[in-house]
């Protein structure tokens, strides 16, 4: 899981959503380990089922996390507080650089 978690740091799409690809890559794999060794999903030891199943409500959560917590990026704040801004450089290719910009 920290393994996950570091993998999803520094991906480029956001922590939410590479948590939740990853974790959904997890639940796969598990699953499909768990097909391969013909292991017997409710078993009284642990086997990839449980992984599985562990896998899938954790991916559940963060999805379900992610989604309700509203991402506010700088310039947002911006127009929220009411301010101007100047891009001076622009980060993304939504305005161009130099432009000022009003609330």
């Avoid at 009284?44 to 506010?72: F, I, K, R």
């Avoid at 993304?92 to 910009?101: A, E, R, T």
């Amino acid at each position: 899981m920290v393994i996950l978690a570091i993998f999803a740091v520094f991906a480029s799409i956001g922590f939410g959503r590479s948590l939740v690809a990853l974790l959904w890559m997890s639940t796969i794999l598990s699953a499909v380990i768990g097909a391969v060794r013909r292991e017997p999903p409710f078993d009284t030891v642990l086997n990839h089922w449980d992984e599985t199943a562990a896998y899938a409500a954790l991916c559940a959560l963060v999805s379900g996390l992610s989604q309700t917590v509203p991402s506010v990026y700088p310039r947002d704040l911006a127009t929220l507080c009411g301010s101007y801004e100047i891009a001076a450089l622009s980060p993304s290719n939504s305005y161009p650089g130099g432009k000022i910009l009003a609330a």
